[in-house]
């Protein structure tokens, strides 16, 4: 089954406790984009890859890290999180050529205390 | 930068109605795609519909269709005979460069259908 795979799904941490979310596709994927979704914001691109090893920002990109070191991960670290790094989160994944369309993963709610 | 105004923040109706669904958008880019996402309440992403920017044709498929417009830049989704089950929140969203990868979504409209 193609599927996008979020790891954890909820998540509670205190502020400054270095923590990553996981992401894996198994639809052999060039793109690759975090997405952060906050109430009456939508959604706001974080950053993401074009393929190994290159990343670009997205609109939000201040207290987060990505790599991708793999094809199909693509985590999302949060090395210092502040509280108003609370929000629900998605990993996403396309794929090129004209018929393409995002496909999201789960989501991970965070909360910082 | 991309920009997209889902004006309708909620939008109620009573189940077998149709509804359409605004959404105005801003690009520069020349090739784009436009995407229609739905967020029931369980909170998933659920792709709905694809358009590329160089194709006008609106379409039916099943339920939904759609109005593209490229003049007025707009983008219109319409539920026909709505359920319950469409309760939800929809989003518009242009995706830059001409693919998926950058997408700018709305905020979102809220759906409320009742019986």
């Known amino acids: 089954e193609a599927q996008v795979t979020q790891n954890p799904r909820y998540l509670i941490t205190v502020t400054g406790k270095k923590l990553t979310v996981t992401c894996s596709q198994n639809m052999n994927h060039e793109y690759m984009s975090w997405y952060r979704q906050d109430p009456g914001l939508g959604l706001r691109q974080i950053y993401y890859?074009?393929?190994?090893?290159?990343?670009d920002k997205g609109d939000v990109p201040e207290g987060y890290k990505v790599s991708r070191k793999e094809k199909r991960n693509f985590p999302l670290i949060l090395e210092s999180p502040s509280p108003n790094q609370t929000s629900l989160y998605f990993c996403?994944?396309?794929?090129?050529?004209?018929?393409?369309?995002?496909?999201f993963g789960q989501g991970t709610r965070l909360t910082v205390v | 930068a991309q920009k997209v105004t889902q004006a309708q923040t909620e939008i109620s109706v009573v189940e077998k109605e149709d509804v359409t669904l605004d959404c105005v958008y801003e690009t520069r880019d020349t090739t784009y795609y436009l995407f229609w996402y739905k967020q029931p309440p369980s909170g998933e992403l659920v792709f709905l519909i694809r358009r590329n920017s160089f194709d006008e044709q609106n379409e039916i498929s099943g339920r939904y269709s759609w109005n593209f417009q490229k003049s007025t830049s707009s983008f219109n989704f319409t539920i026909t005979a709505s359920q319950v089950v469409d309760s939800a929140v929809y989003f518009c969203a242009p995706g830059a460069t001409g693919t998926a990868s950058k997408l700018t979504f709305g905020t979102g409209t809220r759906l409320q259908v009742t019986l």
């Open positions: 890859s074009m393929n190994v090893e290159v990343t």
């Open positions: 996403a994944s396309s794929g090129q050529g004209t018929n393409t369309e995002a496909f």
